[in-house]
């Protein structure tokens, strides 16, 4: 029979991370386990790719402080791309109540150190996006080394280098059981046999909850399809373009190629492993998105390039990482909520630290872990795409 030290379910961006970090603490004797032929094909390939500190919540700025000159250096370190564009995130307040709600942000991501963001007037937040109509805005905030990444070039990177010292993938293989003897983990079963292991972590994405009942964990991760629309070739809004967020309708965008890639979470959307693309959603984002961008009705959209993929939704919006104190050996990384691309090298750090440590200086732990649900410590961030 197989064995390994740690088995990581799962080899998206954030179990490649996980893998990575193990290798840097030293651990060689890493499995991960790909239920797909390729890496890449549940949420990471089809992410929007987007990394920001402008949280409300001090973990998650943490998370991003981390994260963000990791990408910075990634290719230096990895020698393979991230693709991080530091074209930053501006938010566009159109109320008194979203500013107010900016300020508040801004003073708390200050203080847990970040140095790039700025607030805004209505006239800075023209001066970076002079293509949107600004009659209503009152002002804003824009923080500089916010940006974008290529998901599937991260993940690549991240796994290349852990199987370089040693960590070995497993595709095409389905997780079918998590085996627990009196001392907790002792293995998985696999559709190409059992693997034996005392550490099994679940990097599952918006399956997390089904590998997490293979365990008799209750785990509340919800898939949550968002709907991704570019536009075609379209040179009315610089190719240096920052990530422009209309607070007052939550319509974002950014430069993707020689065009646009246009996102909206839609409040009528349902739980569900639904991949489709549905096509009436074209006039629901290009609707708003004319009205803050009016250019955009210039530009040519193409149905057959839109994709729909899924957010790993927990009740709060946070991710769960850590320990599950019932059944000792199987780590939780999972719920990101949209966060899990620009949040995957803080998280592959916290859980090797928690596996090779037992603990982590990035952030405090706890209000991370699976029982906030049921002792009812729930994280509100307000700050979510």
Known sequence: MKAADVIIIGGGIVGSSVAYHLTEAGCRSVVVIERESHQGKGSTGKSMGGVRAQFSLPV?????????PFFAAFEETMGHPSGYRPQGYLFVATEARHMDYLRANYARQVEAGLKTVALLSRDDVRGL????????????????????VDPYSVMTGFMLKAMERGVELMRDTEVTGIRTDGRGVCGVETSRGEIAGRVVVNAAGAWAGRVARLAGVDLPVEPLRRMLVPTEPFDKVAHTSPMVVDMSTGFHYRPEGRGLLLAWNDPEETPGFKLNFDHG???KILTRGVSRLPVLEEAEVNPKRAWAGLYEMTPDHHPVIGPVKEVPGL????????HGVMHSPATGRIVADLITRGASDLVETEPLGLQRFAEGRLLQETAVL
């Open 281 to 283: 959603f074209i006039e």
């Open 331 to 338: 780590f939780l990384a999972n719920g990101f909520s949209g």
């Open 60 to 68: 998650s700025i943490r998370m991003s402080l981390y994260s963000i």
């Open 129 to 148: 996006a002079p293509e949107i109509r600004t009659d209503d805005v009152i002002g804003g905030t824009f923080c500089s080394t916010d940006g974008f």
